[in-house]
């Protein structure tokens, strides 16, 4: 009986049509679309804010860094850092640290969005789909000082989790409208124009839990294995869009689905469109949604690095003005 059960088990393990990519029991292996995926150092590094209030000799060190060879439809974020610097005089100095949770970098490969008539594409893709992050350590004050004074060169490795993203909602910009796949449905609830000239947007939806998860679970997705969804305010011809973020959000769990209604607000400088100033008559919302699909451990190495000047999350460069850091 034992033999014919072991047996048995194994044909059913094999021709059953099992989905085994979204169970927690694989979340750590590397996925083989993303073995060709690199890590490579911008150089580049900013000193903060103090990066401990138990040790005020410590502060914090932004390190960016760029993915190389990630496809369009896959996100790395969170995770964990450990390196050396090395400066020339012999100096060394090991720390440990951790990827900064920024917001996901959207996808605009999954969306199918386009350049803007006009655009320069090399120059428009370059910066749209040019994805990274930022490593932050700890380090004394008095190295601080000495990454000023001379470059030192970096050693280290990265763990990051690996996710996969897909478009799951394609709802038209109307109050009521609704629509959705993969289980995922989404219904724009209100949409209110105010005097300061912001528009703020209500979607109610429904999210479902995959296989594996634990359950209960908490109704912060961003506290989840699985980061938050990206929300994409589009043009039909899929060449404007602006990206939306939730400042307000409530939740309740039923039956293995998680109901979240959620509150956006954009800026009218945003909404402009010279090409077309009746875009948002015909507008969608876009949701991308990302799923856990391992992790990758890479090494990477800087031959210097030099400090940069970075002001509310934007590198500021003295002749062009702000530029968009990595990981923002």
């Known amino acids: 009986m034992f033999s014919v059960g072991f047996v048995l088990m194994l044909l059913l393990a094999n021709f059953w049509p099992w989905d085994w990519s979204r169970w927690a ?7 083989p679309t993303l073995a060709h995926v690199t890590v490579a150092p911008t150089g580049e590094v900013a000193f903060t804010k103090v990066g401990s209030n138990l040790d005020p000799s410590l502060v914090r060190m932004e390190m960016g860094f760029w993915y190389v060879n990630l496809p369009g439809d896959y996100s790395l974020n969170f995770g964990g850092v450990t390196g050396t610097l090395r400066w020339p005089d012999g100096t060394e100095q090991k720390r440990t640290g951790w990827i900064q949770s920024y917001p996901m970098r959207i996808s605009w490969h999954i969306m199918g969005l386009k350049a803007p008539a006009g655009a320069n594409l090399e120059e428009w893709q370059k910066g749209e789909e040019g994805r990274g992050e930022a490593a932050m350590i700890l380090i004394p004050r008095s190295f601080a000082a000495k990454v000023r004074q001379q470059a030192p060169a970096w050693t280290g490795e990265l763990e990051l989790a690996a996710y996969h993203g897909e478009l799951v909602a394609e709802v038209p910009f109307r109050e009521g409208a609704a629509g959705g796949r993969a289980g995922h449905k989404v219904r724009v609830m209100r949409i209110e124009h105010l005097e300061s000239g912001s528009l703020v947007v209500n979607l109610a939806e429904s999210v ?17 294995r699985r980061p938050p969804a990206c929300y994409v305010l589009s043009s039909r011809d899929r060449t404007k869009f602006v990206l939306l973020r939730p400042y ?29 100033p009746h875009w948002l008559d015909q ?19 800087s031959d210097g690095l030099h400090e940069a000047q970075f002001r509310n999350g934007h590198r500021v460069d003295p002749t062009t003005g702000p530029k968009p850091a990595p990981g923002t």
């Open 208 to 224: 479902p839990i995959p296989a594996g998860d634990d359950l209960p679970i908490p109704l912060d997705l961003a506290s989840r």
């Open 283 to 301: 507008a969608e919302v876009l949701k991308v949604a990302y799923w856990s699909v391992g992790s990758l451990v890479r090494p990477a190495h």
């Open 25 to 31: 029991l694989w979340w750590g292996s590397e996925p």
């Open 248 to 276: 307000a959000e409530s939740g309740t769990f039923v039956n293995s689905v998680v109901v979240l209604r959620s509150t956006f607000s954009v800026n009218v400088g945003q909404l402009e469109n010279p090409a077309d």
